[in-house]
C-alpha cells in the first residue's frame, strides 16, 4: 500500500517519517515543494499517475495566519488551489485524499465544542484560504477524509512551544493572551491517528470531516503556563487580553473540538493535552 505525503517537511509531516517505520506494510513516498510542487497540477498527475497511491495525506499549507493578510494570493495557491490540484488526481487515479485543515474555518463564537457540520465562518484571509481548500476537496474529490486539528505543535518546525521556551529563556516575564480557548494538539498524536485510520482499511465514499485534537480546554495563557512547567524554565507568564495583543489578523475566541465522530468511528483513544505537551517537551530534551 503506498501513502503519498506532501508537505513532509513541516511539523505534520516530520512526524510521519518518524512514525512510518512502525506500519511496514505501507510504502511511504515523502514529497515537499523540492519534489513535488502541488501546485502545479500537471506534477500532480505526473507523480500520482506513476505511483498510483492509495492515500495520499496532504500536509502542505501556508500557516503564516498574520503574513496571509498581504500575501493572501500565495496563502490561497497553496491552501486552495493546490488542493483542488489533489483532490483531482486522487479521484481519478482513485486514491483516497486525507486533507489537513483548521479550527479557524469557524468564526470562533460559539460556546460550546464545535461539531463537523457546524456552520463555518472564516474572518481572517489565512481562514478563508483554508476554508476555500476544504471546498475544493468537496468539489473534486470521490473519497476524502478533511481533519480539522487546532493550535498544532511538535518539536519540528516553528510553534507556540519553541516561541515560549525561547523567549521564556530570554526574558523574565511573558506575556499571553488567556481570553482565547482551544485545545493545542501534538503533530505526532494526530500523526498517528492517520496511520491508524488507514491501518483499518475502512471504506470511503465520498467526502468526510472529522474533527481532531487533544483532549481537554486550555487558553493561550495556559498552554504558556504548562511549557514553562514542563521545561523547567525560570519565567512569570503573565495573562493578559487579545485587545492588549493586537495582531494583523483575528484569532477565533473559541475553537474547541467535539471529537465524538472521529473517536466512535475508528475505535481511537486521544491524549490529554497536558501529557502530550510534556512527551513533547521530553523529546526536545
Known sequence: MKILVTGSNGQLGNELR?????????????????????????????????EQPAFIINCAAYTAVDKAEQEDNLAFLINATAVGNLARMASKYNSVLIHISTDYVFDGK??????????????????????AGEQQVQSYANKALIIRTSWLYSEFGNNFIKTIMKYGKERGQLNVVFDQTGTPTYARDLAKTILDIIQQKPVFIGVEVFNFSNEGV???????????????????????ETKDYPLPAV????????????????????????????????RMH
Not at 112 to 125: A, F, Q
Not at 218 to 240: L, M, Q, R, V, Y
Open 18 to 50: 518518524i512514525l512510518a517505520p512502525a506500519y511496514p506494510d505501507a510504502e511511504f513516498i515523502f514529497t515537499d515543494v523540492a519534489e513535488l510542487d502541488i501546485t502545479k497540477e500537471p506534477d500532480v498527475e505526473a507523480l500520482v499517475r506513476i
Open 251 to 282: 484569532r477565533p475566541f473559541y475553537s474547541v473540538f467535539n471529537k465524538t465522530k472521529i473517536k466512535h468511528r475508528f475505535q481511537i483513544e486521544i491524549p490529554y493535552w497536558r501529557d502530550s505537551v510534556k512527551d513533547c517537551i521530553d
Open 218 to 240: 486550555a487558553s493561550w495563557f495556559d498552554f504558556a503556563k504548562t511549557i514553562i512547567e514542563f521545561s523547567g524554565i525560570n519565567c512569570k507568564i503573565n495573562p493578559i
Open 110 to 131: 460559539g460556546h460550546k465544542p464545535y461539531m463537523e457540520d457546524d456552520p463555518t465562518n472564516p474572518v481572517s484571509l489565512y481562514a478563508k484560504s483554508k476554508h
